[in-house]
């Protein structure tokens, strides 16, 4: 199942190549949930593998990264609060990330725009309260330009490393199996014991 997730994966990105990097960087980073784990590390792999190129990997990566996160900063600036609401009620974005990010803003400033690009969600989300605390663009770009390529640079080349050891992590994708398999029922029984709190407490 994960190795036909994975060859899945590398399939796309094989056909729509450092275009495809960017789109989807460039929607992970307008919070659109799309994980730029799943993205770059086989972008990395498939540099391995002579079909793409390392550093434009980590150069699409980076743009893409950059391009989405000024979107989802304007989002904040231009709208503010009521439109970020607005905007993550539609797209079924999860608000308690948001949040989080607005505390991270809150309490690091504005240097934790940089720092949050090498720290999973929140990295995806933070670029909205920037915008709504109107922060300065110029810096915010600077910031989430090193940041991204840092981020880039480090799962670009850990897919480009698990290419050289493809043997040996082939060898995993049994018990990867088992545990994704797991993780599934343990999902659907908590949105069965949820859903059904809920009936009960609106008897």
Not at 22 to 40: G, K, N
Not at 67 to 73: H, K, R, T
Not at 78 to 92: I, S, T, W
Not at 147 to 172: C, D, E, P, R
Request: hydrophobic residues 50%.
């Amino acid at each position: 199942m994960v190795e036909k997730l994975i060859d899945l994966v590398i399939l796309v990105l094989d056909k729509t190549g450092y275009i495809g990097t960017f789109i989807a960087m460039a929607l992970e980073s307008a919070c659109i949930p799309i994980p730029s784990e799943a993205i770059l590390p086989f972008g990395g792999y498939l540099s391995f593998t002579e079909r793409l190129s390392l550093p434009l990997v980590i150069v699409f990566g980076t743009l893409g990264g950059t391009v989405g996160s000024c979107f989802a900063y304007y989002i904040g600036r231009v709208g503010g609060r009521p439109l970020v609401e607005k905007y993550a009620e539609k797209l079924r974005l999860s608000k308690s990330h948001i949040q989080k990010s607005d505390y991270y803003f809150n309490k690091y400033g504005e240097g934790i725009v940089f720092f949050s690009r090498l720290l999973p969600i929140i990295r995806t989300f933070i670029s909205l309260p920037a915008g709504i605390s109107k922060m300065n663009f110029k810096k915010f770009v600077i910031y989430t330009l090193i940041g991204s390529t840092l981020w880039s640079v480090v799962l670009s080349f850990a897919g480009y490393k698990m290419g050289q050891n493809w043997t040996a992590i082939h060898k995993w994708f049994h018990f990867a199996d088992i545990a994704l398999i797991i993780i599934i029922i343990v999902f659907i029984v908590y949105k069965l014991a949820a859903n059904l709190k809920n009936k009960k407490e609106n008897l």
